[in-house]
């Protein structure tokens, strides 16, 4: 099992919600991914994850503008800061990395807004970035050939 796990959060059929699934996309056929990360589109229930024998987890999730608070809340009913707190609890040992990408809105539709869209690249260069940090990660291109899945399997907490 990889030590990082790299998840994209959201609903790809919500419009900006979707921006996880979407980073998580780029990720995977990037060649700057390291050999250690592993990256997978999330869904919207962070709680079907196990993440135990993980050292580091980042997570790329919609965040409604105006949210108050440290960490923004996301657009989902149990929020991911929420999520994350709750599998800290079973695995206290794992570093949690919350990247939140503001949205104005969420709403039903497939594709992301042009404006969120653009912002795919940079929080693509932001995860690669957060991982390289982290001790012990490769700094080895991944040789991924395999597309994203949907199965299960910045604030750092």
């Known amino acids: ?63 409604l503008q105006g949210a108050a608070g440290p960490i923004p809340r996301t657009a989902h009913a149990l929020s991911v800061p929420e999520a994350v707190a709750l599998l800290k609890l079973e695995s206290p040992e794992v570093e949690f990395t919350l990247i939140a990408v503001p949205v104005d809105s969420v709403e039903f539709g497939d594709g992301l807004p042009p404006a969120v869209a653009a912002k795919v690249p940079e929080i693509v260069a932001k995860v690669i970035g957060a991982c390289r940090a ?24």
């Open 1 to 63: 099992m990889k030590s990082t796990l790299i998840v994209g959060v959201g609903n790809s059929l919500m419009g900006a919600d979707g921006i996880g699934w979407r980073v998580a996309e780029a990720l995977w056929t990037d060649p700057r991914l390291p050999d250690d990360a592993e990256v997978l589109c999330g869904g919207t229930d962070l709680l079907r994850l196990s993440v135990k024998e993980r050292r580091r987890v980042i997570i790329v999730d919609a965040a």
């Open 134 to 157: 982290a001790p012990n990660c490769s700094s080895e291109p991944s040789r991924n050939s395999e597309s994203p899945t949907s199965s299960p399997s910045s604030a750092t907490t």
